[in-house]
């Protein structure tokens, strides 16, 4: 079963009101060596305000993370994380220690080959490059002149030079985002993905956030056709074998076209306040550090009140009122600003988590002659602790559900 540690972490924490971080999520820096057309940095409105966090402090932050449990680390932006590209590596070499699982989203561009090289000797799991077109032509439109080269000359050393014994590492992904430039070539950026042998092709659709970026939204007409692109797209990636998102993007689509995005109707109303019901996990499993220090559940979730690591340490905040309060709301599906018009990937993986959960509930719930096997399996594999702590679980999810 796919998402098995975000399942144990969600049913502890139903279970026994306990709760481990699951991942770490970082922007290291908001600078950039791209000013790409779709960008928020376009806006003034986002402009950081206050220093980047240290090398020292980005070190202390990722250590109080695996105490707390952390088994992913996320390298995103924000900017271009390659341009604090020593401490990427440094990070990288701390997480592999301790076995965490290691993503980096990076524009490609600014890779050295004998930094690419250090990823793939620590073995580093996936490499995420954000190409905005299959071709210049359209990818530089967005991106700047000579962008497409660089970046899909990097993602080939990747693929040419990793590690290939059992599942090639690091995976590696493209991420695009869908504009009235380039929806029409989403059956082209699948077959680049698969020329550049990836293992998945990650999309959104453009976030209207600042005046510049608006220029990029389609309409009603473009959306609509942009419905049929994206079904071309998950046939060709089905048939290739890769890891998608166009479906969450169709129902976002489809939420926009039919209602305009999310509706009062959608968010109000009595809920079983059941961890499976939660409008979103993100704030049960993640904690995203802004470049500045600021913490939020997500990379979307930026408000006045959001706490800092320049005032607490990331226990308290993971443990704290502000992170609290936004779990309890989001069981009642009582959705703050920033959640209603939330990206695509994110609710993707929440609905991934909820499938994974009905399945392990369905697991449990076959009696007690199943439990009683089971039992023993666990005391035989595991220890008479852990069986006892799982059939608690069992027992509890067989009578109360989830």
């Known amino acids: 079963m796919a998402y098995v540690r ?41 402009a950081v305000k206050g220093k980047e966090l240290t090398d020292d402090k980005w070190v202390e932050l990722l250590n109080q993370a695996i105490e707390l449990g952390a088994h992913h680390l996320y390298i995103v932006g924000g900017g271009e994380p390659m341009v604090r590209g020593d401490l990427v590596l440094k990070l990288g070499q701390i997480a592999k220690k301790k076995e965490l699982f290691c993503v980096l989203h990076t524009n490609g561009t600014l890779f ?14 996936q490499v995420i490059f954000s190409i905005d077109g299959p071709n210049p032509e359209v990818n530089d439109l967005i991106r700047g002149e000579g962008t497409f080269h660089k970046a899909f000359k990097n993602l080939l050393y990747f693929r040419d030079n990793r590690v290939t014994e059992k599942v090639p590492t690091p995976d590696l ?12 070539y989403i059956p082209e950026m699948v077959e680049l993905a698969k020329e550049a042998g990836c293992g998945g092709i990650h999309t959104t659709l453009v ?36 890891y998608n ?21 959608d968010f109000l109303g009595e809920r079983s306040h059941s961890i499976i019901d939660s409008y979103c996990f993100e704030p049960f499993l993640s904690l995203t550090i802004s470049s500045d220090g600021k913490v939020g559940p997500c990379c979307m979730f930026w408000t006045e009140e ?52 009905v399945e392990r509930e369905k697991n449990t719930s076959k009696g007690i002659p199943s439990l009683v096997k089971k039992f023993w399996l666990r005391v035989r594999d595991s220890g008479l602790k852990s069986a ?13 559900g989830l």
């Open 306 to 357: 959001n706490p800092s690591v320049l005032e607490k340490p990331l226990k308290d905040i993971w443990k704290g009122d502000f992170l609290e309060g936004l779990r309890k709301k989001l069981l009642k599906w009582d959705l703050p600003l920033p959640c209603r018009d939330c990206p695509s990937q994110l609710r993707k993986r929440t609905s991934n988590i909820k499938n994974a959960l």
């Open 207 to 242: 976030l209207p956030l600042s005046e510049q970026s608006k220029r990029f939204a389609l309409s009603n007409e473009e959306l609509r056709d942009c419905l049929f692109f994206l079904q071309k797209g998950i046939k060709l990636s089905q048939t290739y074998g890769l």
């Open 173 to 184: 992904g493209i991420n695009f985002t869908i504009t009235k430039v380039n929806y029409r």
């Open 388 to 400: 006892l702590k799982r059939t608690w679980e069992y027992l509890y999810l067989l009578f109360k």
């Open 245 to 265: 998102t166009f479906e969450s993007v169709i129902e976002e689509i489809e939420r926009k076209l039919n209602s305009n995005g999310i509706v009062e109707s």
């Open 6 to 46: 975000e399942c144990e972490n969600l049913i502890n924490w139903y279970v026994y009101g306990k709760l481990p971080l699951s991942e770490i999520v970082f922007f290291l820096t908001n600078r950039c060596n791209q000013r790409c057309l779709t960008c928020w940095q376009w806006e003034d409105d986002f």
């Open 112 to 125: 050295k080959s004998e930094q690419m090289d250090e990823l793939i000797q620590m073995r580093w799991d």
